[in-house]
Protein backbone atom coordinates (compact mmCIF):
# COMPACT_ATOMS: atom_id res chain seq x y z
CA UNK A 1 0.00 0.00 0.00
CA UNK A 2 1.37 3.86 0.02
CA UNK A 3 2.15 4.61 3.01
CA UNK A 4 2.84 7.62 4.27
CA UNK A 5 7.03 8.26 4.92
CA UNK A 6 8.28 7.40 7.98
CA UNK A 7 9.75 10.87 8.81
CA UNK A 8 6.18 12.30 8.56
CA UNK A 9 5.33 9.88 11.06
CA UNK A 10 1.46 9.96 10.31
CA UNK A 11 -1.24 7.29 9.67
CA UNK A 12 -3.18 7.23 7.00
CA UNK A 13 -6.82 5.14 6.93
CA UNK A 14 -5.03 1.99 7.58
CA UNK A 15 -2.98 1.06 10.29
CA UNK A 16 0.82 0.54 8.73
CA UNK A 17 2.11 -2.94 8.70
CA UNK A 18 5.56 -1.69 7.42
CA UNK A 19 7.12 1.61 7.88
CA UNK A 20 9.91 3.37 5.27
CA UNK A 21 11.24 6.28 4.38
CA UNK A 22 10.42 8.13 1.48
CA UNK A 23 13.81 8.09 0.03
CA UNK A 24 12.96 4.09 -0.73
CA UNK A 25 11.98 3.61 -4.21
CA UNK A 26 8.66 2.62 -5.37
CA UNK A 27 9.62 -1.08 -5.80
CA UNK A 28 10.83 -1.64 -2.26
CA UNK A 29 6.91 -1.53 -1.59
CA UNK A 30 5.95 -4.18 -3.92
CA UNK A 31 5.68 -7.05 -0.93
CA UNK A 32 3.06 -5.76 0.63
CA UNK A 33 1.26 -4.83 -2.22
CA UNK A 34 1.32 -8.08 -3.82
CA UNK A 35 0.13 -10.05 -0.25
CA UNK A 36 -2.32 -7.13 -0.13
CA UNK A 37 -4.28 -7.49 -3.71
CA UNK A 38 -3.28 -11.74 -3.17
CA UNK A 39 -5.99 -11.77 -0.27
CA UNK A 40 -8.55 -10.26 -2.31
CA UNK A 41 -9.30 -13.64 -3.34
CA UNK A 42 -10.77 -14.08 0.24
CA UNK A 43 -14.18 -12.43 -1.00
CA UNK A 44 -16.17 -10.69 1.32
CA UNK A 45 -13.57 -12.19 4.41
CA UNK A 46 -10.64 -10.25 3.52
CA UNK A 47 -13.46 -6.97 3.15
CA UNK A 48 -14.83 -7.62 6.57
CA UNK A 49 -11.26 -7.68 7.51
CA UNK A 50 -10.40 -4.34 5.90
CA UNK A 51 -13.79 -2.66 7.47
CA UNK A 52 -12.13 -3.99 10.64
CA UNK A 53 -8.66 -2.60 9.93
CA UNK A 54 -10.43 0.67 8.96
CA UNK A 55 -12.06 1.03 12.40
CA UNK A 56 -9.12 0.75 14.36
CA UNK A 57 -7.51 2.98 12.37
CA UNK A 58 -10.29 5.23 13.40
CA UNK A 59 -9.25 4.91 16.73
CA UNK A 60 -5.60 5.42 16.50
CA UNK A 61 -4.92 9.03 16.60
CA UNK A 62 -2.90 10.67 13.60
CA UNK A 63 0.62 11.14 14.55
CA UNK A 64 1.92 15.04 13.39
CA UNK A 65 5.28 17.05 13.46
CA UNK A 66 3.39 19.44 16.11
CA UNK A 67 0.30 19.83 17.72
CA UNK A 68 -2.39 20.62 14.85
CA UNK A 69 -4.36 23.96 15.12
CA UNK A 70 -6.95 22.36 12.50
CA UNK A 71 -8.17 19.18 11.62
CA UNK A 72 -9.95 19.59 7.91
CA UNK A 73 -9.88 22.17 5.00
CA UNK A 74 -12.71 23.28 3.21
CA UNK A 75 -10.94 25.08 -0.09
CA UNK A 76 -13.11 27.96 -1.88
CA UNK A 77 -11.09 28.61 -5.39
CA UNK A 78 -12.97 31.26 -7.53
CA UNK A 79 -11.76 30.39 -11.05
CA UNK A 80 -11.10 33.57 -13.83
CA UNK A 81 -8.90 35.89 -11.51
CA UNK A 82 -10.59 38.29 -9.12
CA UNK A 83 -10.20 41.84 -9.58
CA UNK A 84 -8.86 42.42 -5.73
CA UNK A 85 -9.22 46.28 -6.32
CA UNK A 86 -12.86 45.91 -6.40
CA UNK A 87 -13.06 42.95 -3.05
CA UNK A 88 -10.80 43.13 -0.67
CA UNK A 89 -7.77 45.69 -1.61
CA UNK A 90 -8.29 48.96 -0.83
CA UNK A 91 -6.79 51.71 -3.23
CA UNK A 92 -8.11 55.20 -2.01
CA UNK A 93 -4.84 56.55 -5.14
CA UNK A 94 -6.51 54.81 -7.70
CA UNK A 95 -9.89 56.18 -6.92
CA UNK A 96 -7.88 59.48 -7.39
CA UNK A 97 -6.41 59.08 -10.36
CA UNK A 98 -9.85 57.42 -11.84
CA UNK A 99 -9.62 58.60 -15.20
CA UNK A 100 -5.97 59.16 -15.67
CA UNK A 101 -3.68 57.08 -18.02
CA UNK A 102 -2.07 54.39 -16.43
CA UNK A 103 0.55 54.11 -18.74
CA UNK A 104 1.60 57.65 -20.06
CA UNK A 105 4.55 57.01 -22.01
CA UNK A 106 2.94 53.94 -23.67
CA UNK A 107 5.59 51.32 -22.47
CA UNK A 108 3.55 48.49 -20.74
CA UNK A 109 1.67 45.63 -22.26
CA UNK A 110 -0.88 44.16 -20.07
CA UNK A 111 -1.52 39.76 -20.51
CA UNK A 112 -4.27 40.66 -23.51
CA UNK A 113 -3.96 44.28 -24.11
CA UNK A 114 -2.54 47.83 -23.56
CA UNK A 115 -3.42 49.64 -20.54
CA UNK A 116 -6.17 51.86 -20.39
CA UNK A 117 -6.96 54.51 -17.92
CA UNK A 118 -6.58 54.04 -13.98
CA UNK A 119 -9.91 52.71 -13.20
CA UNK A 120 -11.46 52.79 -9.55
CA UNK A 121 -13.25 49.99 -7.48
CA UNK A 122 -16.53 49.65 -9.33
CA UNK A 123 -17.92 49.50 -5.70
CA UNK A 124 -17.39 51.64 -2.33
CA UNK A 125 -14.90 50.38 0.28
CA UNK A 126 -16.33 50.62 4.63
CA UNK A 127 -14.96 49.60 7.18
CA UNK A 128 -16.29 46.93 9.06
CA UNK A 129 -15.99 44.68 12.07
CA UNK A 130 -14.13 45.58 15.41
CA UNK A 131 -10.67 45.04 13.51
CA UNK A 132 -12.03 47.63 11.17
CA UNK A 133 -10.58 46.19 7.99
CA UNK A 134 -11.79 47.87 4.52
CA UNK A 135 -14.40 45.27 2.56
CA UNK A 136 -15.97 46.44 -0.83
CA UNK A 137 -19.80 46.82 -0.75
CA UNK A 138 -19.82 43.58 -2.96
CA UNK A 139 -19.73 41.39 0.00
CA UNK A 140 -22.06 42.86 2.80
CA UNK A 141 -22.88 39.73 4.25
CA UNK A 142 -18.90 38.65 4.40
CA UNK A 143 -18.40 42.07 5.45
CA UNK A 144 -20.11 40.66 9.04
CA UNK A 145 -17.48 38.01 9.26
CA UNK A 146 -14.58 40.37 8.90
CA UNK A 147 -13.11 39.82 12.10
CA UNK A 148 -12.78 35.72 11.91
CA UNK A 149 -10.41 36.21 8.49
CA UNK A 150 -7.37 37.09 7.83
CA UNK A 151 -6.38 38.52 4.38
CA UNK A 152 -2.99 37.91 2.22
CA UNK A 153 -2.76 40.91 -0.05
CA UNK A 154 0.49 40.62 -1.76
CA UNK A 155 -0.17 37.03 -3.35
CA UNK A 156 1.57 36.57 -6.18
CA UNK A 157 1.74 33.78 -9.41
CA UNK A 158 4.09 32.98 -11.82
CA UNK A 159 1.61 32.59 -14.87
CA UNK A 160 -0.93 35.27 -16.17
CA UNK A 161 -2.76 31.95 -17.62
CA UNK A 162 -5.64 30.40 -16.36
CA UNK A 163 -4.67 26.98 -16.19
CA UNK A 164 -1.12 27.12 -15.20
CA UNK A 165 -2.08 30.03 -12.77
CA UNK A 166 -4.51 27.63 -11.25
CA UNK A 167 -2.30 24.39 -11.31
CA UNK A 168 0.16 26.88 -9.28
CA UNK A 169 -2.09 27.84 -6.51
CA UNK A 170 -3.41 23.92 -6.09
CA UNK A 171 -0.28 22.12 -6.67
CA UNK A 172 2.83 24.85 -6.49
CA UNK A 173 3.31 24.22 -9.96
CA UNK A 174 2.92 25.87 -13.14
CA UNK A 175 3.22 22.65 -14.72
CA UNK A 176 0.16 19.76 -14.67
CA UNK A 177 0.67 16.53 -12.96
CA UNK A 178 1.87 17.81 -9.41
CA UNK A 179 0.32 16.52 -6.48
CA UNK A 180 -2.70 18.86 -5.63
CA UNK A 181 -3.10 20.52 -1.87
CA UNK A 182 -5.82 17.80 -1.29
CA UNK A 183 -4.24 14.99 -2.30
CA UNK A 184 -0.66 15.98 0.16
CA UNK A 185 -3.16 16.69 2.82
CA UNK A 186 -4.71 13.01 2.63
CA UNK A 187 -1.43 11.75 2.03
CA UNK A 188 -0.26 13.16 4.89
CA UNK A 189 -2.80 12.29 7.53
CA UNK A 190 -5.55 10.20 6.09
CA UNK A 191 -8.71 10.71 7.21
CA UNK A 192 -11.14 10.63 10.26
CA UNK A 193 -14.50 9.22 7.89
CA UNK A 194 -14.88 5.28 7.90
CA UNK A 195 -17.28 5.54 4.74
CA UNK A 196 -16.55 8.54 3.16
CA UNK A 197 -13.50 9.72 0.86
CA UNK A 198 -10.90 11.60 2.76
CA UNK A 199 -10.68 14.11 -0.19
CA UNK A 200 -14.00 15.39 -2.03
CA UNK A 201 -14.34 17.95 -4.81
CA UNK A 202 -17.42 19.84 -5.19
CA UNK A 203 -17.54 21.24 -8.62
CA UNK A 204 -19.78 24.65 -9.87
CA UNK A 205 -22.84 23.40 -11.30
CA UNK A 206 -21.96 25.07 -14.57
CA UNK A 207 -18.97 22.45 -15.16
CA UNK A 208 -15.41 21.96 -14.24
CA UNK A 209 -12.69 24.73 -13.80
CA UNK A 210 -9.94 25.32 -16.42
CA UNK A 211 -7.55 22.98 -15.87
CA UNK A 212 -10.62 20.14 -15.04
CA UNK A 213 -9.56 17.57 -13.00
CA UNK A 214 -6.53 17.77 -13.11
CA UNK A 215 -6.86 20.47 -10.17
CA UNK A 216 -7.61 17.90 -7.75
CA UNK A 217 -5.63 14.89 -9.01
CA UNK A 218 -2.51 13.03 -7.15
CA UNK A 219 -0.04 13.11 -9.28
CA UNK A 220 2.86 10.84 -8.79
CA UNK A 221 1.20 10.42 -5.20
CA UNK A 222 -0.85 7.16 -5.07
CA UNK A 223 -3.74 6.91 -7.33
CA UNK A 224 -6.15 6.45 -4.22
CA UNK A 225 -4.78 10.14 -3.00
CA UNK A 226 -6.98 11.57 -5.95
CA UNK A 227 -10.33 14.12 -5.20
CA UNK A 228 -13.40 11.88 -5.38
CA UNK A 229 -16.10 14.77 -6.99
CA UNK A 230 -19.55 14.71 -5.64
CA UNK A 231 -22.36 16.09 -7.55
CA UNK A 232 -23.94 19.01 -5.23
CA UNK A 233 -27.01 20.29 -7.40
CA UNK A 234 -30.62 19.69 -5.70
CA UNK A 235 -32.58 16.35 -6.63
CA UNK A 236 -29.26 14.84 -7.90
CA UNK A 237 -27.38 11.40 -7.14
CA UNK A 238 -24.51 12.71 -5.45
CA UNK A 239 -22.04 10.42 -7.30
CA UNK A 240 -22.45 9.09 -11.00
CA UNK A 241 -23.28 5.43 -11.62
CA UNK A 242 -22.86 4.86 -7.71
CA UNK A 243 -25.32 1.71 -7.67
CA UNK A 244 -24.74 -1.45 -9.75
CA UNK A 245 -27.86 -2.16 -12.32
CA UNK A 246 -30.38 -4.53 -11.21
CA UNK A 247 -28.97 -7.32 -13.14
CA UNK A 248 -25.78 -7.36 -12.07
CA UNK A 249 -27.15 -7.94 -8.29
CA UNK A 250 -25.83 -11.62 -7.15
CA UNK A 251 -23.52 -12.38 -10.07
CA UNK A 252 -20.98 -13.71 -6.96
CA UNK A 253 -18.72 -15.62 -9.97
CA UNK A 254 -18.06 -12.27 -12.14
CA UNK A 255 -16.58 -10.53 -8.41
CA UNK A 256 -14.27 -14.05 -7.77
CA UNK A 257 -13.37 -13.71 -11.25
CA UNK A 258 -12.42 -9.62 -11.14
CA UNK A 259 -10.28 -10.57 -8.27
CA UNK A 260 -8.30 -13.62 -10.09
CA UNK A 261 -7.95 -11.32 -12.72
CA UNK A 262 -6.77 -8.28 -10.43
CA UNK A 263 -4.55 -10.84 -8.78
CA UNK A 264 -3.26 -11.78 -11.86
CA UNK A 265 -2.43 -7.85 -13.56
CA UNK A 266 -0.94 -7.01 -10.30
CA UNK A 267 1.42 -9.18 -9.99
CA UNK A 268 2.55 -8.35 -13.35
CA UNK A 269 2.82 -4.57 -12.30
CA UNK A 270 3.87 -4.04 -8.78
CA UNK A 271 4.99 -0.58 -8.94
CA UNK A 272 1.65 0.48 -10.45
CA UNK A 273 -0.97 2.19 -7.80
CA UNK A 274 -3.67 2.57 -10.41
CA UNK A 275 -5.15 -0.43 -9.63
CA UNK A 276 -4.69 -0.85 -6.12
CA UNK A 277 -6.19 2.73 -5.80
CA UNK A 278 -9.46 0.91 -8.32
CA UNK A 279 -9.73 -1.53 -5.85
CA UNK A 280 -9.75 1.17 -2.98
CA UNK A 281 -12.43 2.80 -5.16
CA UNK A 282 -14.66 -0.24 -5.49
CA UNK A 283 -14.66 -0.81 -1.69
CA UNK A 284 -15.35 2.97 -1.20
CA UNK A 285 -18.01 2.75 -3.43
CA UNK A 286 -19.46 0.03 -1.31
CA UNK A 287 -19.89 1.96 1.49
CA UNK A 288 -20.54 5.39 0.18
CA UNK A 289 -24.24 3.46 -1.46
CA UNK A 290 -25.10 4.46 2.31
CA UNK A 291 -23.51 6.81 3.43
CA UNK A 292 -23.24 9.76 0.25
CA UNK A 293 -26.62 10.13 0.35
CA UNK A 294 -27.16 10.33 4.06
CA UNK A 295 -24.12 13.02 3.69
CA UNK A 296 -25.67 15.03 1.12
CA UNK A 297 -29.47 14.17 2.14
CA UNK A 298 -29.98 17.88 3.59
CA UNK A 299 -34.25 17.43 4.82
CA UNK A 300 -32.70 17.33 7.95
CA UNK A 301 -31.50 20.65 7.96
CA UNK A 302 -33.88 23.43 10.03
CA UNK A 303 -35.75 26.09 7.77
CA UNK A 304 -32.84 28.74 9.55
CA UNK A 305 -30.44 27.00 8.01
CA UNK A 306 -32.07 26.33 4.78
CA UNK A 307 -32.37 30.12 4.95
CA UNK A 308 -28.99 31.24 6.14
CA UNK A 309 -27.72 29.59 2.75
CA UNK A 310 -30.33 31.22 0.31
CA UNK A 311 -30.96 28.10 -0.95
CA UNK A 312 -33.89 29.18 -3.08
CA UNK A 313 -32.41 31.94 -4.60
CA UNK A 314 -31.36 31.13 -8.24
CA UNK A 315 -28.03 32.33 -8.09
CA UNK A 316 -27.07 31.60 -4.74
CA UNK A 317 -28.50 28.81 -4.24
CA UNK A 318 -26.34 25.95 -5.68
CA UNK A 319 -23.23 27.77 -4.71
CA UNK A 320 -24.86 27.84 -0.88
CA UNK A 321 -25.56 24.29 -0.98
CA UNK A 322 -22.31 23.43 -1.76
CA UNK A 323 -20.91 25.32 1.27
CA UNK A 324 -23.94 23.62 3.45
CA UNK A 325 -22.80 19.85 2.19
CA UNK A 326 -19.06 21.18 2.76
CA UNK A 327 -20.20 21.37 6.11
CA UNK A 328 -21.86 18.26 7.02
CA UNK A 329 -18.92 16.25 5.20
CA UNK A 330 -16.21 17.88 7.42
CA UNK A 331 -18.82 17.38 10.18
CA UNK A 332 -18.44 13.48 9.24
CA UNK A 333 -14.64 13.35 9.22
CA UNK A 334 -13.77 14.46 5.60
CA UNK A 335 -10.58 15.58 5.65
CA UNK A 336 -10.33 18.13 2.80
CA UNK A 337 -13.34 19.67 0.64
CA UNK A 338 -12.99 21.50 -2.26
CA UNK A 339 -15.49 23.87 -3.60
CA UNK A 340 -15.67 25.49 -6.75
CA UNK A 341 -17.15 29.12 -7.09
CA UNK A 342 -17.06 29.69 -11.38
CA UNK A 343 -16.52 26.92 -14.43
CA UNK A 344 -14.66 26.77 -17.43
CA UNK A 345 -13.81 30.34 -19.36
CA UNK A 346 -16.23 30.76 -21.92
CA UNK A 347 -17.50 33.41 -23.67
CA UNK A 348 -19.99 35.41 -21.88
CA UNK A 349 -23.76 35.53 -22.34
CA UNK A 350 -25.38 37.22 -20.17
CA UNK A 351 -22.63 36.76 -17.58
CA UNK A 352 -19.26 34.90 -17.78
CA UNK A 353 -19.22 31.18 -16.19
CA UNK A 354 -16.20 32.67 -13.70
CA UNK A 355 -14.73 35.77 -12.61
CA UNK A 356 -12.81 36.58 -15.54
CA UNK A 357 -14.32 39.63 -15.95
CA UNK A 358 -12.17 41.14 -19.50
CA UNK A 359 -15.34 42.92 -20.85
CA UNK A 360 -17.21 43.93 -18.09
CA UNK A 361 -16.64 43.87 -14.01
CA UNK A 362 -19.68 45.46 -12.86
CA UNK A 363 -21.55 42.92 -14.61
CA UNK A 364 -19.49 39.38 -13.98
CA UNK A 365 -18.46 40.81 -10.56
CA UNK A 366 -21.59 41.95 -9.44
CA UNK A 367 -22.99 38.15 -10.09
CA UNK A 368 -20.27 36.24 -8.74
CA UNK A 369 -19.68 38.64 -6.09
CA UNK A 370 -23.25 38.15 -4.66
CA UNK A 371 -22.86 34.22 -5.02
CA UNK A 372 -19.97 34.12 -3.04
CA UNK A 373 -20.93 36.62 -0.59
CA UNK A 374 -23.88 34.46 0.37
CA UNK A 375 -22.19 30.93 0.20
CA UNK A 376 -19.19 31.37 2.21
CA UNK A 377 -20.67 33.51 4.79
CA UNK A 378 -23.70 31.11 5.86
CA UNK A 379 -20.67 28.34 5.84
CA UNK A 380 -18.61 30.54 8.38
CA UNK A 381 -21.78 31.04 10.19
CA UNK A 382 -22.77 27.67 10.14
CA UNK A 383 -19.37 26.45 10.98
CA UNK A 384 -18.84 28.99 14.03
CA UNK A 385 -22.71 27.80 15.48
CA UNK A 386 -21.64 23.82 14.84
CA UNK A 387 -18.66 24.62 16.97
CA UNK A 388 -16.53 23.57 13.61
CA UNK A 389 -15.02 27.02 12.65
CA UNK A 390 -11.88 26.18 15.63
CA UNK A 391 -11.38 23.02 13.89
CA UNK A 392 -11.45 23.70 10.36
CA UNK A 393 -9.29 25.60 8.22
CA UNK A 394 -11.55 27.76 5.65
CA UNK A 395 -9.29 29.06 2.88
CA UNK A 396 -10.28 31.22 -0.29
CA UNK A 397 -8.14 32.00 -3.39
CA UNK A 398 -8.43 32.59 -7.06
CA UNK A 399 -5.47 32.18 -9.82
CA UNK A 400 -4.50 35.78 -10.44
CA UNK A 401 -5.71 39.12 -9.88
CA UNK A 402 -6.38 41.55 -12.36
CA UNK A 403 -4.99 45.21 -13.71
CA UNK A 404 -5.85 48.33 -11.60
CA UNK A 405 -6.59 50.06 -15.25
CA UNK A 406 -9.27 49.42 -17.68
CA UNK A 407 -8.18 46.90 -20.39
CA UNK A 408 -7.18 48.83 -23.28
CA UNK A 409 -10.48 50.51 -24.99
CA UNK A 410 -12.73 48.28 -22.95
CA UNK A 411 -13.60 50.42 -20.81
CA UNK A 412 -15.47 48.05 -18.47
CA UNK A 413 -12.74 45.19 -18.40
CA UNK A 414 -9.99 44.40 -16.20
CA UNK A 415 -6.96 42.00 -18.21
CA UNK A 416 -5.17 39.60 -15.93
CA UNK A 417 -2.54 40.49 -13.67
CA UNK A 418 -0.27 37.75 -12.20
CA UNK A 419 1.53 40.37 -9.64
CA UNK A 420 -1.17 41.08 -7.37
CA UNK A 421 -4.13 39.44 -5.93
CA UNK A 422 -5.56 38.14 -2.62
CA UNK A 423 -6.67 35.53 -0.86
CA UNK A 424 -8.00 35.01 2.87
CA UNK A 425 -8.33 32.04 5.61
CA UNK A 426 -10.75 32.09 8.49
CA UNK A 427 -10.79 29.34 11.23
CA UNK A 428 -8.54 26.66 11.66
CA UNK A 429 -6.65 28.74 14.28
CA UNK A 430 -5.88 31.37 12.22
CA UNK A 431 -5.66 35.18 13.77
CA UNK A 432 -8.96 36.85 12.39
CA UNK A 433 -9.05 40.18 11.33
CA UNK A 434 -6.00 40.84 10.49
CA UNK A 435 -4.58 41.48 6.87
CA UNK A 436 -0.85 40.34 5.56
CA UNK A 437 1.49 42.22 3.02
CA UNK A 438 0.63 45.00 0.71
CA UNK A 439 0.38 45.91 -2.84
CA UNK A 440 1.54 49.34 -4.32
CA UNK A 441 -0.91 52.25 -4.07
CA UNK A 442 -2.71 51.58 -7.05
CA UNK A 443 -2.67 47.62 -6.05
CA UNK A 444 -0.80 47.12 -9.39
CA UNK A 445 2.18 44.50 -7.78
CA UNK A 446 2.88 42.94 -4.60
CA UNK A 447 5.19 45.68 -2.68
CA UNK A 448 5.56 44.06 0.94
CA UNK A 449 6.15 40.53 1.77
CA UNK A 450 5.71 39.12 -1.68
CA UNK A 451 3.24 35.76 -0.88
CA UNK A 452 3.96 32.99 -3.42
CA UNK A 453 1.43 29.79 -3.21
CA UNK A 454 4.42 27.68 -1.74
CA UNK A 455 4.29 30.17 1.97
CA UNK A 456 0.62 29.63 1.49
CA UNK A 457 0.48 25.99 1.20
CA UNK A 458 3.60 25.89 4.10
CA UNK A 459 0.71 28.19 6.90
CA UNK A 460 -1.60 26.25 5.94
CA UNK A 461 0.22 22.26 6.43
CA UNK A 462 1.69 24.33 9.66
CA UNK A 463 -1.82 24.54 11.07
CA UNK A 464 -2.99 21.27 9.95
CA UNK A 465 0.46 19.88 12.48
CA UNK A 466 2.62 19.16 9.34
CA UNK A 467 5.86 20.37 8.50
CA UNK A 468 6.09 21.22 4.67
CA UNK A 469 9.61 20.38 4.47
CA UNK A 470 9.26 17.00 5.52
CA UNK A 471 6.26 16.00 4.33
CA UNK A 472 7.59 14.26 0.96
CA UNK A 473 7.60 11.99 -1.56
CA UNK A 474 10.26 10.34 -4.10
CA UNK A 475 9.46 10.68 -7.59
CA UNK A 476 11.79 10.51 -10.23
CA UNK A 477 14.89 10.80 -8.23
CA UNK A 478 13.64 13.69 -6.37
CA UNK A 479 12.17 14.22 -2.90
CA UNK A 480 9.19 16.46 -3.93
CA UNK A 481 7.30 18.09 -1.95
CA UNK A 482 3.73 20.71 -2.46
CA UNK A 483 6.25 23.68 -1.29
CA UNK A 484 9.54 22.77 -4.31
CA UNK A 485 12.35 24.29 -2.57
CA UNK A 486 10.34 27.08 -1.20
CA UNK A 487 8.01 28.51 1.28
CA UNK A 488 7.82 29.48 4.82
CA UNK A 489 5.06 30.27 7.20
CA UNK A 490 3.88 33.29 7.57
CA UNK A 491 3.45 33.16 11.50
CA UNK A 492 1.41 36.54 11.31
CA UNK A 493 -2.09 34.83 10.27
CA UNK A 494 -1.50 31.73 13.30
CA UNK A 495 -3.18 32.95 16.60
Known amino acids: MGCVAAKCGSHGPLPRITQF ?8 LSPSRRSFLQSLGCGFGTMALGGLWAKEAMGNQVAMHHP ?104 GFILPGFPTMGAWVTYGLGSEAENLPAFVVLPDPRGLPPGGVLNWGPGFLPAKQQGTTM ?35 ANKRPTNSELEARIKAYEM ?45 VERGVRFVQIFCGAENTTAKKVRPNWDSHENVPRDHGYWGRVLDGGASALLKDLKSH ?25 LGRDHNA ?14 GISYGTTDELGWKAAEDPTYSYDFHATALHLLGIDHKRLTYYNNGIERRITDDHGHIIHELIA
Open 285 to 329: AAKLQLSAPEATDITGETNATRKLFQLEDEDIGPFGRQCLLARRL
Open 68 to 171: AKAKAVIQIFCPGGISQVDTWDYKPELAKRNGTPFDPDGKLQFFASKPGNCQGSYWKFRRHGACGRWMSDLFPRLATCVDDMAFIHSMRSKSALHGPAMFMMNS
Open 231 to 265: EAGAGKAPLADLFPPQDFKGRTGDTQLLGLLNKRH
Open 419 to 432: GAFTAWLAGGGTKG
Open 21 to 28: SSTMKPEA
Open 387 to 411: GLLDETLVICTTEFGRQPAAQGDRA
